[in-house]
């Protein structure tokens, strides 16, 4: 079963960074898109930065996030730079199997599996 789990959430104010992290379990990285998401109040959830492990694409809304994996952990991490208020949102790790779209077209709202989410609040 796919599990995860993120971490690393909290209170930052405008321009600091942040690093999140998401525990992953029950897949294997190769057979995977991974990503990752925000939702902030009265707003629909949209894609940050996202990754195929099939042939390591990448996407990102804006530069300033980045993800990473470390396979050996079993992690994947989103570097948050020059954060701003209007990036307060829930952030949630998704994923899906070997899907047939880009990794821009799933990385907008179209992941199977997700975690729970961790809150980032960016204070002005």
């Known amino acids: 079963e796919v599990q995860l789990v993120e971490s690393g959430g909290g209170l930052v104010q405008f321009g600091e960074s942040l690093r999140l992290s998401c525990a992953v379990a029950g897949f294997n990285f190769d057979d995977y898109y991974i990503g990752w998401f925000r939702q902030a109040p009265g707003k629909e959830r949209e894609g940050v930065s996202c990754l195929s492990g099939i042939d390591r694409s990448t996407w990102s809304k804006e530069v300033r996030f980045i993800i990473s994996t470390d396979a050996a952990k079993n992690t994947v991490y989103l570097q948050m730079n020059n954060l701003r208020p209007e990036d307060t949102a829930v952030y949630y790790c998704?994923?899906?199997?070997?899907?047939?779209?880009?990794?821009?077209?799933?990385?907008?709202?179209?992941?199977?599996?997700w975690g729970r989410g961790t809150h980032v609040t960016v204070s002005s």
């Open positions: 998704g994923a899906i199997y070997r899907p047939r779209a880009t990794i821009e077209t799933m990385c907008k709202n179209d992941m199977k599996y």
